[in-house]
DNA sequence: CAGTCATACTTCAACATTCAAAGCAAAATA
DNA sequence: TATTTTGCTTTGAATGTTGAAGTATGACTG
């Protein structure tokens, strides 16, 4: 098997970028519509996402620092977005919360992502709304190949290396 | 036309989602092996795609304001990796220019995106390579919907639309 | 059980990013 | 020519980020 379409990868390559782009500069906008930085409404999306994260949840899954995680917790504390709850289990951890005013918060600045693809994608046909997942699920285990996630499901037939090397 | 998949939404978000992440997570390891920050990074990836581009033009397509533009240019500049040349044309202007010891970092630090995505692309059969760009593509355009996007030459061909309008 | 190590979080000091506002110089316009 | 606009820089202030050190708790080992 050749390479018969060597710009294919350069027009994925543009397409995905620009999907990144487009995602990032609007969550900006978000976050300031919301009266957040981007940095802490992604703490509110994470800790309105996942059941009550401890400190040490946040910090992997925005890939900071624990003492990063400390300094926006104490931010959004001091707004009264979320609390601190000392976790019964082990009392190394703490578990953050939001109030009321967080949820509110979150209410106000929807994902970054809905915003602007749920309505385009429902307008989709049945089968470019499947063929749509399946490509983008895809995209995703390619792009966590050696991530922690341990590669599933990638062989779909024979492996086969261009002579191109990037 | 009814909802026949509900799920499926959210699959996708949560594959973009993915793909956000690893590629962002990704970018700051790249960054860091490089010697320079993610921010700084950017900018000598955006002036080694545009040819030469002005401060103004890297602060619209970083999103950011020219102020910020301008300290991480310093930087830059205080490291040798970019100079400042006055523009002839419009004395205003200041076109970025990489240095030869910016050309290294850059080819050290390989576009996160295709470090990763590259190879697993090359693999696919024939057909996996087109539905991913035209799937791609779609989610780009679903994205990019009003936005004030300076991007030009992105037109690979015809993107059939289906009766929908975007 | 005492001692040791590992884990979760915080504090601290230093630096990077970011922006609004003010300033300056050059171009465009009237 | 006078005025406005544009491109960039400077300044001052807030936020984001981290490594290193510190504290408290849990886990393990003999």
Do not use: C
Request: no cysteine.
């Amino acid at each position: 098997m050749t390479q018969k379409h060597p710009d294919r990868v350069d027009e994925s390559l543009i397409a995905l970028r620009r999907i990144l782009r487009a995602t990032e500069l609007y969550a900006r906008d978000l976050a300031q519509a919301a009266g957040v930085t981007p940095a802490q409404l992604r703490v509110l999306q994470i800790v309105g996402e996942k059941k009550d994260p401890t400190a040490k949840t946040l910090a992997n899954q925005m890939g900071v620092s624990q003492a990063t995680v400390t300094a926006l917790v104490d931010k959004l504390v001091a707004r009264s977005l979320v609390s601190r709850q000392p976790s019964a289990q082990d009392r190394r951890q703490t578990n953050i919360t939001l109030t009321t005013q967080g949820e509110d918060v979150l209410e106000e600045a929807p994902d970054a992502l809905q915003q602007r693809y749920v309505r385009a994608f429902a307008d989709l046909a049945d089968w470019e709304q499947a063929q749509l997942v399946s490509s983008l699920e895809r995209v995703a285990a390619m792009l966590n190949v050696d991530s922690l996630d341990a590669a599933p499901v990638l062989a779909t037939g024979e492996l086969r290396m261009s002579k191109k090397t990037y």
